[in-house]
């Protein structure tokens, strides 16, 4: 009787204790973070050999619970994270792309139109070159067209500044994260497995290295106990109670490295910080090409000009300053009688059909336009590849959460299933409980 009621305790502690693992996989069940558990039961038969060829078995102890296991598979956790990595990137990429276009487009007030406005202008004025209205208005568009650059320019600035100042936050969180998990390490090791503190730090240690991945593509391995060993550029960035301090330093290009403790690292390939590099280095080119296009701009108006010759029939001065880029292109001081329209044949508009002979040869207008086009051409690349990974993601999240994720109606089956072993175990007592009585009562 006493064999039977300790198969009977050992069946109720053994299914309590599955029990207590259903009910806490249906609390957590919104929880992105957390992976299923599931108990392990085994028989608790004690067995012992004193000869190699014989084992002896002393009797059936019933149920025993071996530990708390999670249904995580870690090559799957592995996949979503590079898949998630990927696809932070590409959404980080075409997000700062598309506010680099918007700085551009200027709300439709872009360097191209404040162009054509400059060049109708020009040519409306030639056919009345001695209206003094439109010589000022001429000279207003001018005027407006460099201030289009200076803004442009500052458009540009502006987003240079904030992708680094976010990379700079991301850096900022990515070391709180690496030594976070510097200090799961220590935890897992000094952890008993099978136990359900042992599956919650792994569930902290995913969570940590999914952070970490999404922004730098790091190289992630796992050693005994689940701990966890980060490296980037070929360093080691989290051990175990150890961390590195990242850095940032910028590239020519405008991209950046991340550092290791202050020294050469690489540039990121994937994951947040990777798109944010991508972003800056395509907005530091558009701002050099709008550099060279303003320059370009001044020189060709100021040749122009120089050409020309005023009312009174003097050589046309300068109007806009050269050699500052985008930023500094200004117009320069002038009243409408020191406009040179006239050639120096001495026709009034001679100068100005000059001016529609430029525009009608490419020059500033063409290489705005092949500066828009290039950069149309980044965020439609960029957007194929954000649907790629976004596809891929899903597929790989997919397979993932098959295999760890909370199904409540998988916990409803095993929760019925259990409370009826629980029960059956009950009655293995109480029937042991009247079988003894039945025994007693007979003497």
Do not use: C
Request: charged residues 20%; negative net charge; glycine residues 10%.
């Amino acid at each position: 009787m006493s064999g039977l009621l300790s198969i009977g305790r050992s069946a109720l502690r053994g299914y309590s204790t599955a029990l207590d693992t259903v009910s806490q996989n249906i609390a957590n069940s919104e929880n992105g973070d957390y992976v299923r558990r599931n108990v392990r039961l085994g028989d608790a038969t004690i067995t012992a050999s004193l000869n190699p060829l014989y084992t002896a078995q002393s009797g059936l102890g019933g149920v025993n619970v071996n530990g708390i296991a999670r249904s995580g598979d870690e090559f799957l956790e592995a996949s979503v994270r590079l898949s998630g990595a990927s696809l932070v990137r590409a959404e980080t990429t075409t997000s700062w792309l598309s506010s680099i276009e918007t700085g551009l487009d200027n709300a439709g007030a872009h360097v191209g139109a404040r162009l054509g406005d400059f060049y109708a202008r020009g040519q409306e004025l030639s056919a009345a070159p001695f209206d003094h209205a439109l010589r000022v208005t001429f000279l207003n568009d001018i005027d407006s067209t460099a201030e289009t650059f200076r803004r442009t320019s500052g458009n540009l600035s502006v987003a240079i500044d904030q992708l680094g100042q976010r990379a700079g936050a991301e850096i900022t969180g990515l070391n709180q994260s690496l030594e976070n998990l510097s200090k799961i390490n220590i935890d897992l090791r000094r952890t008993q497995p099978g136990t359900q503190a042992y599956a919650g730090l792994l569930d902290t240690r995913d969570a940590a290295l999914a952070v970490i991945s999404e922004r730098i593509d790091a190289d992630i391995s796992l050693g005994d106990n689940g701990v966890a060993t980060v490296r980037y550029a070929g360093e080691t960035v989290a051990g175990i109670g150890t961390s590195a301090t990242l850095g940032l330093a910028d590239n020519a290009d405008g991209s950046f490295r991340v550092l290791v403790d202050g020294q050469d690292g690489k540039v990121p390939t994937n994951g947040m910080l990777a798109g944010f590099s991508r972003a800056r280095s395509a907005a530091t080119g558009d701002l050099a090409k709008l550099d060279r296009l303003a320059e370009d701009f001044a020189t060709q108006v100021n040749d122009w000009h120089v050409g020309g010759r005023t009312d009174a029939g003097t050589p046309g001065k300068a109007l806009l300053t050269t050699g500052g880029g985008a930023v500094g292109l200004t117009m320069i001081a002038a009243d409408a009688s020191d406009l040179a329209l006239a050639d120096t044949g001495g026709k009034p508009n001679g100068n100005l059909i000059a001016l529609a002979g430029l525009r009608s040869s490419g020059g500033t207008e063409q290489s705005w336009n092949q500066l828009l086009s290039a950069h149309a051409n980044l965020i439609l690349a960029s957007k194929n590849e954000e649907a790629a990974a976004t596809s891929l993601d899903r597929n790989m999240r997919s397979s993932r959460d098959a295999v760890s994720r909370v199904d409540l109606d998988r916990e409803t089956a095993d929760l019925i299933r259990l409370q009826q072993a629980y029960e059956a175990a009950s009655r293995v007592i109480q029937v042991a409980r009247e079988t003894t009585q039945s025994i007693l009562a007979i003497f």
